[in-house]
């Protein structure tokens, strides 16, 4: 079975730094192109950032970019969001997924899986 | 605002059909890209429901349908239960943004 696991998300100051993972199995990682998508309380889905299967392209949300950094281990089966100058904004449950093929943020992708997702907040 | 709109909430009788609209542009649905919908249970996490317009994953029942026409998509649910109280997401690719995007979300009532 697919599964995918986030860990690293709580409680940071505005201007802070944060550093999801994203652990993967069942399926072969480094096949894959991955993606995090993310849910502010009582909001809607965005999409933020995607990563192909080589890790040699990164594509981000015009929200984030210049902020966050998407990156992967292929050896290890993990995924990271490395999250700087957080804003109040960015406060949101964030998801990652899989990408049906090795090319993210591709036009026609889907996701399938998603992970159970991590809460990031972002207050004083 | 989503560049996908979506209608905030349906609701329909157990055992009842309702369908789910997603209206896009020119530079999304219009220009040819696929359709995707996702079903989100009660907190917890979105599960792919279609994929490519009227795609069904393995294990999602047939009581589920999706289709495309013009710059709009739909998803029908037949026989609707009480199980498939949620909120409904379409998705698709945008030229002009370059990137994925994601409707509103539609909440299903089963009355």
């Known amino acids: 079975e697919e599964q995918l696991v986030e860990s690293g998300g709580g409680l940071v100051q505005p201007g802070g730094s944060l550093r999801l993972s994203c652990a993967a199995s069942?399926?072969?990682?480094?096949?894959?192109?991955m993606s995090w998508v993310r849910q502010a309380p009582g909001k809607g889905l965005e999409w933020v950032s995607g990563?192909?299967?080589?890790?040699?392209?990164?594509y981000y949300a015009d929200s984030v970019k210049g902020r966050f950094t998407i990156s992967r281990d292929n050896s290890k089966n993990t995924l990271y969001l490395q999250m700087n100058s957080l804003r109040a904004e960015d406060t949101a449950v964030y998801y990652c997924a899989k990408d049906p093929g090795g090319i993210a943020a591709a036009a026609n992708n889907w996701f399938d899986p998603w992970g159970q997702g991590i809460l990031v907040t972002v207050s004083s | 605002q989503s560049v996908l709109t979506q209608p905030p909430s349906v609701s329909g009788a157990p055992g009842q059909r309702v369908t789910i609209s997603c209206t896009g542009s020119?530079?999304?649905?219009?220009?040819?890209?696929?359709v995707h919908w996702y079903q989100q249970l009660p907190g917890t996490a979105p599960k792919l429901l279609i994929y490519d317009n009227n795609n069904r994953p393995s294990g999602v029942p047939d009581r589920f349908s999706g289709s495309k026409s013009g710059t709009s998509a739909s998803l029908a649910i037949t026989g609707l239960q009480a199980e498939d109280e949620a909120d409904y997401y379409c998705?698709?690719?945008?030229?002009?943004?370059?990137?994925?995007?994601f409707g509103e979300g539609t909440m299903l009532t089963v009355l």
């Open positions: 998705q698709s690719y945008d030229s002009s943004l370059s990137g994925v995007v």
């Open positions: 990563i192909s299967a080589s890790g040699g392209s990164t």
């Open positions: 069942g399926f072969t990682f480094s096949s894959y192109a």
């Open positions: 020119s530079s999304n649905i219009g220009a040819g890209y696929d």
